[in-house]
């Protein structure tokens, strides 16, 4: 078995890599809520990370995951995109073919 080395991320060292990996998700499937895949410049300020640019953390997944010989946890963190207005919001409708 590899062995491997988890680590912060590092916006210049790692953010092509992270894009290579993130964006068949986007590409392919519906993982992602992203249209197009981020190139390497976006993806950095995006690693440069999350709680910068207003994410809150909401959660945590404990011992979720086992790897290199102990358990990891997963965090969760939330962005809310608008403020939620006191009327029931449209129901969301299928996109046109």
């Not at 993130?22 to 499937?29: D, H, I, S, T």
């Not at 994410?55 to 939620?84: A, C, H, M, N």
């Not at 006191?86 to 073919?97: F, G």
């Amino acid at each position: 078995m590899t062995s491997a080395t988890i680590r912060t991320a590092e916006p210049d060292r790692d953010a092509a890599a992270c894009v290579a990996i993130y964006a068949p998700y986007v590409e392919q499937g519906a993982t992602s809520f992203e249209e197009a895949s981020p190139g390497p410049g976006e993806f950095a300020e995006r690693i440069a990370l999350h709680e910068s640019v207003g994410f809150e953390p909401v959660g945590v997944y404990r011992r979720i995951g086992w790897k290199d010989g102990s358990w990891r946890d997963v965090g969760w963190l939330q962005l809310e995109l608008q403020t939620p207005g006191k009327e029931k919001p449209p129901e969301p409708v299928s996109p046109e073919p």
